[in-house]
């Protein structure tokens, strides 16, 4: 648990998180801090990842708590489990006055946990990711951060509930909307952008090392292009990135061309008019020749082989 | 503050311990405020305490470690990235960009009086038999001083050639006629300054007394709104270029569908009939022996509202009324049978310009060719008098009012008492202001429609859609 930034840092990548500094500054802070972290970014950048490796980083649990609209603490904190308490009723109606039933009925052992009863009453301290939060109404958003503020829950016929270990908590938005200031206020920030071509370099090795160092660049700097100059539908992420390189491999490519692009152009964008717009003849060739360098202008269109060093194409 | 003085200051602080960490902190963060992002002071404790794990030696931890407690939203992200580069930087740096201000500042004051003195010239004559001299604002006459030459002149000669026409009251006449096309100019060259990165010419005001701060405050307002992205959502839309305008066509449409899909939702969940509270009626039952005889309910909501929209669209407001109707027609699939209107010297009913299923470009030109008002002057006591009169019976205790409209209106006091009669009609009134909030202090109709309405600015894509989402959910 003790470990200082540049361990953690190192333990991230070693688990298969790639992490500039910032970015581990910030999972550093909120784990320092016993802070929530907050992570913004579009969808497919890498936040919910963040979660899952740091349970692998300190080798605990994750619970995922998955928001959607109309969630609410039923679902999200506890139920009660009617079945049983049904079924204690049917037992003992003739033998017990119906008082001492109803202390009976509601008991912790009649108590179903959701996510996050479940992460504060852990024993040992764990992972509770709170994923795409955005999509919960106003409400519940304030239930949330009154639970994240002082970790315990109330119920009704059982009284307080403390948390047995402050969990790592995580919760991630696509930024859909807007979160409260009061819940941003209790959290440590990360807004996650499109990586640069390194980045994604880095992540295309460590992900899919099959298509190799050559083709992962091409691939990285084509996406790069793409998402910088063009006007789409939906961006492609890094998730989407993946899917392509493995696409290329299934097909046996080691390097970008126009044909092998056209053939997996659907694994990258998910929109026909997105599609369309790529597969304009011009607009072809121009993510061509970013992806392949702008060396490869000056060699007369052979394949460059410059090992991983092209520039960071331009923008 | 001469320049020696700050120097003493600053020695003096410095003296005191007041060049600590601490105390950058805290005046980095005033500055942050400044520029709109909200601080707290816990998250101010946090940025302190979170510098304890981080070797203040390597720099862009320590900004990192600042930016993840003090900013927390992509735009407050750019803001911070600005703000933290240029105040924590080398004396030498900070010291010429205060000299390249200083020499700014005063060939500003040189413009702006050259501006005053020429236009004077030519309003002179009036000037001699006016009881109320004609003032202008140092906004207006840097205005002037920034117009091109053969836009000046024109503006003379329109001047010159009133003054061989008798009217009643020329004073007033030139006065008006002055005021508004200076502010029209302003607004001309702030668009176009949009894009070309001129912006800067045209500073805010507002200081916060400490040269230093200052100095970081103007650097990054003139650059912020340059980021493309955030450029259209947060910018008021009246300074928007028409190139901007397909972008902004297609940020509105997801913007307004996003929205809207929830609302639907919302109202799909409370509709029908109420829930059975599970956990209440097993316990209301222990008695019949778990036999649910007693059955107990949840909490119903409440019933859906119904909105009206009245926009205003005369000429202050053309390019706003654009995007807000088309915000408003993308709700309207999930809002259904939203009744809506627009005004400016009267008012029209175009609710079934909004009906489903219409191509929105086809109703908004049916829509102006169709209407009287679309560009005139406004008269929003006359609009709601024609309102209350034809169409009265829309409103109901359960109907919320939308006003869209800058408030420049003739005979606002009159339009105030036709307001508060709508107000006793109806659920509430939502007042979307498209002026700017810092110029509502100095416009005495804005102040009175305040008491009335609920009024929230919303000169910005960004303003407009968080006051419709807060309204139109709270009463989902
Ligand atoms: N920095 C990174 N290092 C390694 N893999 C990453 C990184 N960022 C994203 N990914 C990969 O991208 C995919 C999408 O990430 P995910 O966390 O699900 O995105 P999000 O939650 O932001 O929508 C995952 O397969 C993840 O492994
Ligand atoms: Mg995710």
Redesign the pocket.
């Known amino acids: 648990m003790d470990l200082n930034l540049d361990e953690l840092k190192r333990a991230m990548e070693k688990e298969?998180?790639?992490?500039e500094d910032d970015?581990a500054v910030t999972v550093y802070l909120a784990l320092t801090l016993k802070k929530p972290l907050l992570?913004e970014?579009?969808?497919?950048?890498?936040?919910?990842?963040?979660a899952?490796?740091l349970g692998r980083v300190f080798d605990t649990e994750v619970i995922r708590l998955q928001c959607y609209e109309g969630l609410d603490e039923n679902k999200a904190l506890y139920e009660w489990n009617y079945q049983r308490q049904l079924l204690k009723i049917q037992i003992l109606k003739d033998s017990c006055p119906h008082e001492d039933i109803e202390k009976d009925l509601f008991d912790e052992e009649y108590l179903l946990e959701r996510p996050l009863l479940k992460a504060i009453r852990s024993d040992r301290r764990v992972v509770l990711l709170i994923?795409?939060v955005d999509k919960v109404d106003e409400p519940f958003e304030a239930f949330l951060f009154e639970l994240l503020s002082d970790f315990q829950v109330s119920i009704p016929e059982l009284g307080t509930l403390e948390a047995r270990q402050i969990p790592i908590v995580v919760l991630?938005s696509?930024g859909d909307r807007e979160l409260s200031d009061g819940l941003k206020r209790r959290c440590v920030y990360l807004y996650?952008d499109y990586?640069d071509i390194d980045?994604e370099v880095?992540?295309l090795q460590?992900?899919v090392p099959e298509a190799g160092e050559r083709l992962n660049r091409q691939i990285a700097a084509a996406v790069n292009y793409i998402r910088s100059n063009l006007d789409l539908r939906k961006q492609p992420?890094?998730?989407e990135?993946?899917d392509w390189a493995r696409a290329l491999v299934a097909l046996h490519a080691d390097v970008l061309t126009v044909e092998n692009l056209t053939r997996t152009v659907n694994l990258l964008l998910k929109n026909r008019d997105d599609r369309l717009q790529v597969l304009d003849g011009g607009v072809l060739d121009e993510i061509m020749r970013h992806a392949l360098g702008e060396k490869a202008g000056e060699k007369g269109h052979t394949h460059c082989h410059c090992h991983g060093n092209l520039p960071a194409s331009s923008n | 503050m001469e320049p020696g003085e700050t120097a003493c200051v600053v020695t003096e602080a410095e003296s005191a311990g007041l060049n600590t960490i601490e105390y950058n902190i805290t005046r980095f963060v005033q500055i942050l405020r400044r520029l709109g992002v909200r601080v707290s002071l816990a998250e101010t404790v946090d940025a302190v305490s979170a510098l304890a794990g981080i070797d203040l030696l390597d720099k862009s931890r320590v900004r990192a470690a600042l930016k993840a407690c003090l900013a927390k939203s992509r735009r407050e992200a750019g803001i911070f990235d600005q703000a933290y580069g240029l105040f924590f930087t080398t004396p030498e740096e900070k010291a010429r960009r205060r000299q390249q201000y200083r020499e700014a500042r005063a060939e500003r004051d040189r413009l702006i009086n050259t501006a005053e003195r020429e236009l004077m010239e030519v309003v002179e004559e009036w000037q001699r038999d006016l009881p109320e001299k004609i003032v202008l604002t140092e906004q207006q006459l840097e205005t002037f001083s920034l117009m091109p030459e053969s836009g000046k002149e024109r503006m003379k000669e329109i001047l010159d050639r009133m003054k061989s026409n008798p009217v009643n009251n020329p004073g007033e006449l030139i006065n008006r006629v002055l005021q508004s096309s200076l502010n029209y100019w302003r607004y001309y060259m702030m668009k176009n300054a949009a894009g070309g990165g001129k912006a800067g010419t045209l500073p805010e005001e507002g200081s916060t007394g400490d040269e230093e701060m200052d100095e970081v405050i103007r650097s990054v307002d003139a650059h912020f709104y340059h980021h493309p992205g955030d450029r259209i959502l947060h910018r008021d839309m009246e300074s928007l270029d028409d190139s901007d305008i397909p972008r902004m066509t297609s940020l509105i449409s997801h913007m307004s569908s996003q929205l809207a899909l929830g609302i639907s939702r919302r109202y799909k969940r409370s509709a029908g009939t109420a829930a059975v509270d599970i956990r209440r009626t097993v316990r209301r039952n222990i008695r019949y022996g778990g036999v649910p005889i007693e059955l107990r309910y949840r909490a119903r909501r409440r019933k859906r509202p119904r909105f009206l929209l009245i926009c205003d669209v005369s000429a202050s407001m053309a390019r706003h009324a654009r995007f807000v109707l088309q915000f408003i027609y993308g709700l309207n699939s999930a809002l259904g049978g939203l009744e809506s209107f627009i005004f400016s010297e009267d008012l029209e009913r175009t609710t079934e310009f909004f009906s489903k299923n219409r191509n929105f470009a086809r109703s908004m030109t049916d829509m102006i060719n169709g209407s009287r008002q679309w560009g005139k002057s406004t008269n929003l006591h006359e609009s709601l008098k024609t309102f209350l009169r034809h169409y009265g019976d829309k409103l109901t205790p359960d109907t919320v009012v939308f006003i869209v409209s800058d408030a420049r209106t003739v005979a606002p006091e009159a339009a105030a008492g036709l307001l508060r009669d709508i107000k006793l009609k109806c659920a509430d009134i939502i007042w979307l202001n498209t002026l700017p909030r810092r110029e509502w202090e100095q416009k005495a109709p804005v102040k009175l429609f305040c008491g009335l309405a609920d009024m929230y600015e919303c000169s910005t894509l960004s303003q407009l859609e968080k006051a419709l989402r807060r309204h139109v959910f709270k009463y989902a």
């Open positions: 298969g998180y790639v992490s970015l992570v970014g579009a969808p497919g950048v890498g936040k919910t990842e963040i899952k490796v994923d795409e991630t696509n996650i990586p980045k880095r992540i460590m992900k992420s890094i998730a990135s993946l």
